[in-house]
């Protein structure tokens, strides 16, 4: 499929075949759910973790529901993968397009940087929270998870977000390996 095929793909799922809730109450239940989290861990690097862990859990189940709407096939490379992600995927369930590039040399890492981001809606840090917690943490899991599902091990994480007063909201997608696909155990 080439770029303007995975960009109207990806338009067409978004406004045909895609059920919708207000995107400002989505934003404020996210909200409400990294509130909670903090309140429950103190720690912003443990909520990461379970941001992440949350989102790979979501990742996981995603997946399905994609290949069923996108009818999208196994990508031919990385850089499919990568393309599939930011015109399919993220408008799909988001309605966002991010931006892919910063391309490794070897082809195995890229960013995605995202204008907008409908999760951090009405957000702004505590001072305290601004140099550790990855609001949006949840993203890096969705991705790893979606991904790992379809047998590629990743590293995803956020190496800069508007909301720590970055420039740019960046997520840094690394391809660690390939993985086999598992038969599972006959039942005898």
């Not at 995107?23 to 239940?29: H, M, Q, R, S, V």
């Not at 979501?58 to 031919?76: H, N, P, V």
């Not at 995202?114 to 949006?136: K, Q």
Request: aromatic share 8%.
């Amino acid at each position: 499929m080439s770029d303007r095929r995975h960009e109207r793909a990806g338009d067409d799922i978004w406004k045909n075949r895609t059920d919708k809730i207000n995107g400002e109450l989505f934003a404020l239940t996210y909200g409400s759910l990294v509130a909670q989290l903090v309140k429950d861990y103190e720690e912003y690097a443990e909520v990461n973790a379970q941001l992440d862990k949350m989102g790979y859990n979501i990742g996981g189940r995603l997946i399905e529901d994609f290949i069923a709407k996108s009818g999208t096939t196994k990508c031919g490379s990385f850089a499919e993968t990568a393309d599939v992600i930011a015109k399919v995927g993220f408008r799909m369930f988001l309605g966002i397009t991010p931006q892919v590039t910063n391309w490794s040399p070897d082809g195995k890492e890229f960013s995605l940087i995202i204008d907008e981001n409908p999760l951090t809606e009405f957000v702004e840090l505590p001072d305290d929270a601004v140099a550790e917690l990855w609001y949006s943490n949840v993203l890096c899991g969705v991705l790893r998870g979606a991904l790992e599902m379809v047998l590629l091990q990743t590293e995803v994480a956020f190496v800069s977000d508007v909301l720590r007063g970055d420039e740019m909201t960046e997520i840094r997608v690394k391809l660690i390996r390939l993985l086999d696909e598992e038969v599972p155990a006959a039942d005898e």
